[in-house]
């Protein structure tokens, strides 16, 4: 199996939905999703019966949360891989974490 940037999958999913759906469409399925990792964990904690619970489906659900998210940033053109790592620069240094994202991806500290 091989690696993907999220430019690759933001590419791939606009290819995809950048005729077929809207940014509200895409956000229902988000929520949807994140319904369905809520029926999971709610499952593995005694508070729902009757739900799967095996860490293959939370995968399989968490993917589609991904894969919503993903695809609302490439019809909106956002680069996820610049924010991503713009964010977690500011976090960092909010919460005066040792390192950031990139000092961890560069194997020292910021």
């Given at each position: 199996m091989k690696d993907l940037?999220?430019?690759q999958?933001?590419?791939?999913?606009?290819?995809?939905?950048?005729q077929s759906r809207t940014e509200e469409g895409l956000f229902i399925k988000l929520v949807e999703e994140v319904g369905e990792v809520a029926e999971v964990l709610n499952g593995r904690s005694g508070r729902k019966e009757g739900v799967q619970d095996s860490n293959e489906e939370?995968?399989?659900?968490?993917?589609?949360?991904?894969h919503y998210t993903v695809a609302i940033a490439a019809i909106n053109d956002i680069d996820l891989t610049k924010t991503i790592f713009d964010k977690d620069k500011k976090a960092a240094i909010k919460y005066q974490h040792e390192r950031d994202l990139e000092g961890f991806l560069n194997g020292k500290e910021s």
């Amino acid at each position: 199996m091989k690696d993907l940037t999220f430019r690759q999958i933001q590419d791939y999913l606009l290819e995809h939905y950048q005729q077929s759906r809207t940014e509200e469409g895409l956000f229902i399925k988000l929520v949807e999703e994140v319904g369905e990792v809520a029926e999971v964990l709610n499952g593995r904690s005694g508070r729902k019966e009757g739900v799967q619970d095996s860490n293959e489906e939370l995968a399989k659900e968490l993917a589609d949360i991904i894969h919503y998210t993903v695809a609302i940033a490439a019809i909106n053109d956002i680069d996820l891989t610049k924010t991503i790592f713009d964010k977690d620069k500011k976090a960092a240094i909010k919460y005066q974490h040792e390192r950031d994202l990139e000092g961890f991806l560069n194997g020292k500290e910021s």
